[in-house]
Nanobody
Framework: QVQLVESGGGLVQAGGSLRLSCAAS??????????WAWYRQAPGKQRESVAR???????NYQDSVKGRFTSSRDAAKNTVYLQMNSLKPEDTAVYYC??????????????WGQGTQVTVSS
């Protein structure tokens, strides 16, 4: 089964930066991340989309993160990233990656990372 493993969360002061990583693995043969998205869920709130990248490479950002967050991919490493700058306390949440992955062993599938906590102190 393909797995998405997230890393990079932590505690940061307001105005600081973090980079989240989400690496796809677990297939014998090739893995190709076709499209991906980052979501977040704050305590007591519903999960919301932060950034969504289509298979054509077009990324749509939530208005509140535009100009501060950047979603990217390193195809050679089967890894996607979320660079978060100028962080605000309201960015505090558990962040999840979600990706459409084509693998030689399993074909196309939709997968979720385990989530990583981001806490921004004021």
């Amino acid at each position: 089964q393909v797995q998405l493993v997230e890393s990079g969360g932590g505690l940061v002061q307001a105005g600081g930066s973090l980079r989240l990583s989400c690496a796809a693995s677990g297939s014998i043969g090739s893995i190709n991340v076709m499209a991906w998205a980052w979501y977040r869920q704050a305590p007591g709130k519903q999960r919301e989309s932060v950034a969504r990248t289509s298979s054509s490479g077009t990324t749509n950002y939530q208005d509140s993160v535009k100009g501060r967050f950047t979603s990217s991919r390193d195809a050679a490493k089967n890894t996607v990233y979320l660079q978060m700058n100028s962080l605000k306390p309201e960015d505090t949440a558990v962040y999840y990656c979600n990706a459409g992955v084509y693998s030689g062993q399993y074909g196309y599938g939709d997968y979720w990372g385990q989530g990583t906590q981001v806490t921004v102190s004021s």
